[in-house]
């Protein structure tokens, strides 16, 4: 959570600053600021509580100009949504912004006789003014022993008022990555940022400080040695980030799906067959595991269900799914016959990335399927699958999502095939429908405005319910969380067979209800549902495929006919299906719905 930057080189920093903290405002918008080295060599800092364009406002009056600076847009954590608590935060000779947690806080105030000056209620003021009691003239040794003291997670950016065009930043857990051209040398809190200018990039190793200014790049470890960093490149094209003409990331995201879909799985498709050799994740590796497990959190959490239905009905695996934040707490069963794999688009989640750590303490194998490459999660794992979504920019999963399921199919159709159960040629047909997906989402973006008639019966509700079975579940849980997120309606997905165990006293005549019947086996006993909540006067906008009969449509508000594939692929377009749903809700709301209040993209605090 939050997004932070910074900068030197021969670009005026202003503009550059807050360009890239909007590119960077999905990890957090409560509130945004910068300082920069002004021409007369002194730091000066500009902040407000609201979004990046509020503080590109009040700049638009100030004649402050340089080429060394840093930026940070915020999710509070510490204090509430305020100028004051609004970063960068000065203290003493120090200046500085910082994404994370300081646990400790309150000690370190009592400890250093802080209080005095403080001007917010924040942890990372407490951090300024730690680095400030140490600093006696040399940056990176106040760095390394003010870190020492430091519990909890933090990227750091700092400037300090002896060397003001030089910027100085560590970290531990919280992301900083690194990219260095002849443009300038920048810093940030992800690779979409620092790619502006040049494709290579650096993650800064943990604990480790960067120095960087307009000539160099220098990178130190605790005990003050140089070190050689290694360069990566990122894999997406830099101009991939705009709207492409939409008015949100979100639909320009869920239109790529088709895609972005194709292109994670078709590298990885040899004569018919599924294979991850360039991955590097050996048939041992998925033969011999007797139990899988999947950690993640929200959206990544609904990808690992379906992959747990895969499991349990392909290959007849015992699979857990597992909420990554509670892991660790409900002493899960894990020896090294256990694969763990985790799922995260952005790599960063702190909650899965501990979950994995706990994992591999306990002797697992430890697999993650990510989006960005090299994120923290990636570097953790034994063994990466990275999906081939591109950058996702609103803060609502969605071809995040579409891809993980895709690796998840991929997945099981190499361990069937490793492990026997389906034959060569099952396999292959297996994945010959797994490529019709791309096809079956084209279907449904073609008829979306049908699915726009059906969101606006939904925009006065106050609460909605999702009904379904089986598979169906699976894909309502995530369809219910879009609705939440960006619509701000309540919204439940219920397993439609346990409404009558209590909940259905919840359903009157102003209930929408959204029901999803792709599965063949679950149809009519889903149907018999359905009907239950139509007797008591809910009004159902039913999803459901084309070669279903389902009669009586005149008993529905509205029928949305999905393209018929094999039913456990049913999930990708019915999926989509969803997600425009709840975009429409929010769009036709007003909201704006690549930033839903409270939320941020990458959520990097426990
Ligand atoms: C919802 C959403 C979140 C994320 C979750 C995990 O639309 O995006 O629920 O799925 O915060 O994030 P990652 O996948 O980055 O670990």
Not at 10 to 18: E, H, I, Q, W
Not at 153 to 169: E, G, K, R, S, Y
Not at 175 to 185: A, D, T
Request: proline share 3%; net charge negative; with cysteine.
């Amino acid at each position: 959570m939050c997004g932070i930057i910074g900068y030197t080189g021969n670009k005026d920093v202003t503009g550059m600053l807050l360009d890239t903290l909007e590119m960077l405002e999905y990890r957090g918008y409560d509130s945004a600021g910068i300082a920069l080295c002004d021409t007369d060599g002194k730091i000066r800092v500009v902040k407000c509580a609201g979004r990046v364009k509020g503080l590109r406002n009040l700049l638009e009056d100030s004649h402050i100009k340089g080429n060394s600076g840093m930026g940070h847009t915020r999710w509070a954590t510490h204090g509430g949504v305020t100028d004051q608590n609004a970063h960068p935060h000065r203290y003493g000779h120090i200046t500085l912004v910082h994404n994370g947690i300081i646990e400790n806080y309150k000690e370190l105030n009592d400890k250093y006789q802080l209080q005095d000056m403080l001007c917010s209620e924040t942890d990372t003021e407490v951090v300024a003014g730690v680095i400030n009691h140490f600093y006696n003239g040399d940056p990176i040794d106040a760095i390394r022993r003010s870190v020492m003291k430091l519990k909890g997670t933090f990227a750091l950016v700092i400037m300090f008022d002896d060397f003001p065009d030089t910027i100085f930043a560590i970290r531990n857990v919280s992301p900083i990555v690194v990219s260095s051209s002849e443009k300038g040398n920048i810093l940030a809190s992800d690779v979409a940022a620092v790619c502006q200018f040049s494709k290579d990039y650096f993650v800064l190793p943990e604990l480790h400080t960067i120095m960087m200014n307009r000539e160099s790049v220098k990178l130190y470890d605790l005990s003050g040695e140089i070190v050689e960093p290694e360069i990566l490149t990122a894999d997406w094209e830099l101009g991939q980030n705009g709207k492409g003409g939409f008015p949100f990331y979100m639909e320009k995201e869920i239109m790529e799906q088709p895609e972005v879909i194709q292109k994670t799985i078709e590298g990885r498709i040899l004569d018919g067959l599924p294979c991850f050799t360039e991955e590097e994740v050996t048939d041992d590796v998925l033969r011999d595991c007797n139990r899988i497990c999947v950690v993640a959190c929200g959206t990544a959490m609904h990808a690992g269900l379906v992959g747990q239905v895969l499991a349990h009905s392909v290959l007849g695996i015992h699979m857990d799914v597992e909420l990554a934040s509670e892991f660790m707490y409900a002493d899960p069963v894990i020896d090294d016959q256990t694969l763990v794999i985790a799922i995260s688009q952005s790599g960063e989640t702190i909650d899965t990335l501990e979950a994995l750590k706990y994992a591999k303490r306990a002797g697992a194998i430890t697999l993650s399927i990510i989006n960005v490459r090299g994120a923290s999660i990636a570097r953790e794992s034994d063994y990466v699958i990275y999906t081939y979504a591109g950058p996702e920019v609103a803060v609502a999963s969605t071809k995040a999502y579409t891809t993980q399921l895709a690796v998840l199919y991929l997945l099981t159709a190499r361990m069937a095939f490793v492990r026997g159960i389906l034959c060569e040629d099952d396999v292959k047909t297996f994945i010959l429908e797994l490529q019709q997906t791309p096809w079956a989402i084209r279907q449904v973006i073609q008829k979306r405005d049908q699915i726009h008639k059906m969101a606006r019966r939904v925009l006065d509700a106050r609460d909605t319910f999702m009904i379904g079975r089986g598979l169906d579940y699976s894909i309502l849980l995530e369809g219910s969380l879009k609705l939440k997120e960006i619509s701000y309606i309540h919204s439940e997905a219920y397993a439609s067979g346990e409404l009558k165990h209590g909940t259905i006293a919840l359903i009157t005549d102003k209930t929408p209800v959204v029901a999803m019947v792709t599965q063949k086996r679950l149809k009519d006993k889903e149907m018999s549902n359905i009907r239950e909540v139509c007797a008591r006067g809910a009004k159902v906008m039913l999803f459901t495929r084309e070669s279903f009969e389902i009669g009586g449509i005149d008993e529905w508000s509205e029928v949305f006919e999905l393209p018929d594939l094999e039913d456990l692929f049913m999930v990708l377009p019915a999926s989509v299906a969803l997600q425009l749903f709840a975009y429409y809700v929010s769009a036709d709301k007003g909201f704006d719905v690549d930033k839903p209040r409270n939320l941020a993209k990458v959520v990097t605090v426990e």
